[in-house]
């Protein structure tokens, strides 16, 4: 089971709402991360957090807006979303110092997911 | 522009079998690369990492060569099971972009009992 926790597992929202993703993690990683993907294609990184600050976004529409309240807390505000953002939304945490070695603690986690569907 | 590739989006063989999946990089100069598993419905999970100084990685029935020239890497699950069905991803990452994984499209492999 995955040590990265999404709530909720499936939101359903109007495009003039306002909904909030949440991810949380305890294993002490400080990069923490959000993904998004459609149907039959691969994870696309959104924004990745490193020490509770933003330090990427992959130009995503600002109707997107992270937040990492502390280090174990991602959260993802929604608001006026369109159809077409409808996917499964995935939070992922990682170690700070992503290395070469073969443990799994150079690797990225991954929650499982929440299904959002825009209507 | 950078490119990632897997070969064929589906592949199905028959259980006992080798699966032998490719992926293809362009654009590229990875420190490593990593492959994933991802069941439908759930978020991908680590399997094995290979340096590009290494020709190969071996972890119980899954094996993982790189080849740099080539810009090739591929992944074989020998013995399969019908519970390797899954899809897997491949993921080449420059040393400094460590965090900014990017995802090949996946090859959804189904092993036929």
């Known amino acids: 089971d995955t040590e990265v926790t999404q709530t909720p597992k499936h939101l359903v929202m109007g495009m003039t709402n306002k909904k909030s993703l949440k991810c949380e993690q305890h294993?002490?990683?400080?990069?923490m991360y959000w993904y998004k993907q459609k149907a039959k294609k691969p994870p696309e990184l959104m924004f990745v957090?490193?020490?509770?600050?933003?330090?990427i976004n992959e130009s995503v529409p600002s109707r997107f807006s992270p937040e990492c309240p502390n280090s174990s807390l991602l959260n993802l505000h929604l608001h006026a979303l369109q159809p077409e953002d409808s996917a499964l939304y995935l939070c992922?945490?990682?170690?700070?110092?992503?290395?070469?070695?073969?443990?799994?603690?150079?690797?990225?986690?991954f929650g499982e997911g929440s299904w959002l569907t825009v209507v | 522009s950078q490119k990632i590739e897997q070969n064929s989006e589906a592949l199905n063989i028959q259980e006992g079998k080798t699966a032998t999946l490719t992926c293809n990089y362009t654009n590229y100069s990875p420190a490593y690369l990593q492959w994933y598993r991802q069941d439908p419905g759930r978020g991908p999970v680590f399997l094995l990492l290979i340096r590009e100084n290494e020709k190969e990685k071996r972890k119980e029935r899954l094996k993982v060569t790189f080849d740099t020239t080539l810009k090739q890497s591929l992944f074989h699950i020998t013995a399969s099971q019908p519970a390797d069905s899954a899809t897997y991803l491949c993921?080449?990452?420059?040393?400094?972009?460590?965090?900014?994984?990017?995802f090949g499209s996946g090859t959804q492999l189904t092993v036929l009992p």
């Open positions: 993921a080449p990452i420059s040393s400094g972009s460590a965090r900014q994984l990017t």
């Open positions: 992922a945490s990682s170690p700070i110092r992503l290395g070469t070695a073969q443990n799994s603690g150079n690797t990225i986690y």
């Open positions: 957090y490193s020490y509770e600050k933003l330090s």
């Open positions: 294993m002490g990683h400080r990069a």
